[in-house]
């Protein structure tokens, strides 16, 4: 069983940076798709990025594309995610996710393995 556990959030200004990780850990990870999920208070969980474990393609969705990059290290089991110019709209609790199967990556419903979430902050 994999546990997951995100790591590196916190508060920061508009327009500043922020880089969030994810360890995987109890084995190694073998499925398809890690991704980052987050959810504001009062709001659905959403997709931000996700990437394949294997060969490392990349998805974004359009309110980060061009901010964020998401990118992972299978020899330390890790993915990250870099946040850059972030926003007010970005304050959120942040979820790292896995899921075994190929398909959508979109859908948090069709994960996993969930971390227990990371709060970023983002002010005005």
């Known amino acids: 069983q994999v546990q997951l556990e995100e790591s590196g959030g916190g508060s920061v200004q508009a327009g500043g940076s922020l880089s969030l990780s994810c360890a995987a850990s109890g084995s190694t990870f073998a499925g398809y798709f890690m991704a980052w999920f987050r959810q504001a208070p009062g709001k659905e969980r959403e997709f931000v990025a996700a990437i394949t474990w294997t060969f490392g393609y990349t998805y974004y969705d359009d309110s980060v594309r061009g901010r964020f990059t998401i990118s992972r290290d299978k020899a330390k089991n890790t993915m990250f995610l870099q946040m850059n110019s972030l926003k007010p709209e970005d304050t959120a609790v942040y979820y790292c996710?896995?899921?075994?199967?190929?398909?959508?990556?979109?859908?948090?419903?069709?994960?996993?393995?969930w971390g227990q979430g990371t709060q970023v902050t983002v002010s005005s």
């Open positions: 996710a896995g899921r075994n199967q190929s398909g959508s990556y979109y859908y948090a419903r069709k994960y996993d393995y």
